[in-house]
């Protein structure tokens, strides 16, 4: 059996090899697909995404995280701090980002966006607390614990805060690694072909 990665906050030079991880790692999930262009322009919307992601398009103080195993990448993940809130931009900010969008998803994937982002926010908890935005490991190295070791490291600073952990999740699979590690779902909804668990952990 392999050692457990290596988990860290990500260094300020490391952005794009976590966006490369989350590039590979969400390449047929449902809560992308759902809005992001599909089909020829898929790869290159899903990839375009993650580099904005990184660096401030979900939030201008998102927290990097990576696992690596003898220097390679094998997983990263993206965290928002107590009242943070993604995609939380300026109407000067929208307006600026709003072509972007439109790049990367077309008008009817804008809408579907808006549309699922509104679901999202109203199943948030109340009293402050760290959003797993995004935790993904690489297509390689799946299978082998990395998610895990990822929770585990992840989660003790938030413990250590005194810190509710939310996030939200697409498959049953991710359901299950995240009841693993101490979350319960706290609220379900669905769009037109795609079901979200959304899932809260108290501090330990």
């Known amino acids: ?52 992601a990184v660096r401030d398009a979900i939030h201008p103080r998102r927290e990097l995280w990576i696992a690596e195993d003898s220097g390679t990448p094998l997983g990263a993940a993206i965290w928002l701090r107590p009242g943070d809130k993604a995609f939380d931009h300026t109407p000067l900010q929208q307006l600026v980002m709003a072509p972007f969008l439109l790049s990367i998803a077309g008008l009817g994937g804008l809408e579907r966006g808006r549309a699922l982002g509104a679901k999202l926010a109203t199943h948030h908890p109340s009293e402050p607390h760290a959003h797993l935005s995004f935790l993904g490991v690489s297509s390689a190295a799946q299978g082998r614990g990395v998610g895990s070791a990822m929770l585990k490291a992840m989660l003790a600073p938030v413990d250590a805060r005194g810190l509710t952990a939310y996030l939200e999740a697409s498959t049953e699979r991710n359901v299950a690694l995240y009841k693993r590690h101490g979350f319960e779902v706290t609220a379900e909804f669905e769009l037109p072909g795609l079901h979200f668990w959304c899932m809260t952990r108290e501090p330990r």
Request: charged share 25%; net charge negative; proline share 6%.
């Open 1 to 52: 059996m392999s050692p457990p990665p290596t988990v860290r906050l990500a260094r300020a030079d490391e952005s794009a090899a976590v966006a490369n991880v989350l590039y590979d790692a969400f390449v047929d999930e449902d809560g992308l697909n759902y809005w992001l262009l599909q089909g020829a322009a898929k790869d290159t919307a899903r990839r375009r995404f993650f580099d904005a």
